[in-house]
């Protein structure tokens, strides 16, 4: 039984394009974690980084968007149309706190973890951890990286394709990309190091675990199986149709040759900064 705000937590929080929506999909199959229909509710960075985002414009567009859908009444099952309207009903709430967000896992049922996998929860600071761990029965944070250049990349066609921007691709220069990837709401899903800094200082050795995408993918079961471990779950049979599916895969375009020297220093930064940190480098990132 929970005694904390939060009860038991479970926290990805990135990084971007760093598989964590095919983790999503494979581990809400877990029959002891529950997932709100929201994979990404960004509530800490709301309460942390900045006060507007969970706006009530962003969360209306949201429900309308995702949740309050038409449907076919002769097709649809009632129990799910009833689920997203008692879901969307409780993320419309005021005020944004701490019991909103709380409420909205309000229909777990015996799952064990509350499970939230928000990329921008990466960006939070050291300082607000602890006040997040306080306020749950068990806290456990998960941080995904990726080689550092094919991450960028990655990120990069896949703001263009959700903007519809793909021509660019064709026309720009090495000083467009350079500009573009350089803006803050892209380069700092690059930082691994800050993250990792921040998750040391404001996290307990417990409360963290840091995996690698190109581990992930080596080796699926034994990595979802060390993430059980580290929630302290049984482990589960996932189907292998399942682990074979891809997610939000970006457009297939060839990096341009000159893409890597623009970041050469930076990734050369970044990969030290890690290893700094008593992390190996897998093999692939060369």
């Given at each position: ?61 949201s ?46 049922d ?43 990349w ?8 959700m ?64 993430i059980e ?58």
């Amino acid at each position: 039984m929970s005694h904390k705000t939060f009860g038991n937590l479970f926290l990805s929080i990135g990084a971007m394009k760093a598989g964590t929506t095919w983790l999503y999909a494979v581990l809400e199959r877990h029959p002891a974690l529950h997932f709100t229909p929201e994979k990404e509710i960004h509530y800490f960075y709301h309460r942390y980084v900045n006060n507007r985002h969970l706006s009530e414009e962003r969360r209306l567009a949201s429900a309308r968007d995702r949740y309050l859908f038409r449907f076919d009444p002769q097709k649809t099952q009632i129990d799910r149309v009833r689920y997203n309207l008692h879901w969307v009903a409780q993320y419309l709430q005021r005020p944004v706190d701490d019991f909103w967000y709380r409420n909205l896992f309000d229909m777990r049922d015996q799952q064990i973890w509350a499970c939230d996998f928000s990329n921008l929860h990466a960006h939070i600071p050291a300082e607000a951890w602890p006040t997040i761990s306080n306020s749950s029965d068990r806290l456990r944070v998960l941080y995904t990286m990726r080689d550092p250049l094919k991450r960028l990349w990655s990120h990069t066609k896949f703001h263009l394709q959700m903007t519809n921007s793909l021509d660019k691709l064709q026309s720009w220069k090495a000083k467009d990309y350079n500009k573009f990837v350089r803006q803050a709401h892209i380069w700092e899903n690059a930082e691994y190091g800050a993250v990792l800094r921040r998750m040391k200082k404001g996290l307990r050795e417990d409360e963290r675990k840091v995996i690698f995408y190109e581990d992930l993918h080596a080796d699926q079961r034994g990595t979802l199986r060390s993430i059980e471990e580290f929630l302290d779950l049984p482990a589960f049979d996932y189907p292998q149709r399942l682990l074979e599916r891809r997610f939000t895969e970006s457009v297939s375009h060839p990096m341009p040759d000159f893409f890597p020297e623009l970041f050469a220093k930076d990734i050369e930064r970044i990969r030290a900064e890690i290893e700094a940190e008593g992390f190996t480098l897998p093999a692939k990132w060369g």
